[in-house]
């Protein structure tokens, strides 16, 4: 049972509240436009199940800003059907970090454009930043995104692009013009940078900027996988594409 839900609310704000424990969601934002979320505390456990922190869906024009969570699913989730979100100072451990998606469960689902993640804080969290869809699913778009000046503390997978295993079909969301820059902090596992797309629609105009991070422990590489994209890696280092997997050179400071 979620905690608090608003569906069909325009130009509202919701300020200074704390959550503890939901059964389910805590905080959820449906079909709503021009919402402005601010001072939000969510407290759940590690291991409680699809307690996301703020959930948004089917909205426009959504600001979240200096925000803390911890809970056992994504610290803000924002689902399909949504354009214009902002997330800023959002404080996010433990959890399974913030997350576009899942896109792509429900033949319905449309698209989800323009969304801006920046100046967060990610500590031991399951994920970093990450789209996530459905394989089998409509063809639906996710474009327009940028991650930027974020912090990992021991995220186990700073930044991922993940297609579910479930179905025969791959994926049909087209994910395109994604940014993530300015991304620096450890890694809890080797695999610092996991972009999966799609067979059937390959990831476009996928950017790297200035990505530094380490593996938790000194003296041991970090890597990042592609599989179905070709990314842009900017601040002048060099891309090696061998089967699908890139590794990308230490001048973006991966420690490989």
Partial sequence: MTSLRFIGNNNGKIQNINFQNSKSFHLVINNCVAVDISGVH?????????????????????????????????????????????????????????????????????????????????????????????????????????????????????????????????????????IYQNIKGTSFTTLAVNLICSSGDPCQGVQLNNIDLTYQDAGQKVASMCQNVKPTVNEGAESTFNNNIVFISTMLRLNL
């Avoid at 307690?51 to 056992?72: A, K, L, W, Y």
């Avoid at 949504?82 to 429900?106: A, F, N, Q, R, W």
């Avoid at 323009?114 to 970093?128: A, E, Q, R």
């Avoid at 474009?143 to 186990?156: A, G």
Wanted: proline residues 4%; charged residues 15%; glycine residues 12%.
């Fill in 42 to 178: 969510v407290t759940a456990p590690e291991d409680s199940p699809n307690t996301d922190g703020i959930h948004i869906s089917g909205s426009s024009h959504v600001h979240v800003t200096n925000c803390q969570i911890s809970g056992g699913d994504d610290c803000v989730s924002i689902g399909d059907s949504t354009t214009d979100i902002s997330i800023e100072g959002v404080t996010c451990g433990p959890g399974h970090g913030i997350s576009v998606g899942s896109l792509g469960k429900y033949a319905r689902e449309t698209g989800v454009t323009g969304v801006h993640v920046k100046n967060c804080v990610l500590t031991g969290t399951t994920n970093g930043v990450r789209i996530k869809t459905w394989n089998g699913s409509p063809a639906l778009k996710a474009s327009n995104f940028t991650f930027e000046d974020i912090t990992m503390n021991k995220v186990s997978f700073p930044i991922i692009i993940a297609k579910a295993t479930c179905g025969s079909k791959p994926s049909a969301v087209q994910i395109s013009d994604i």
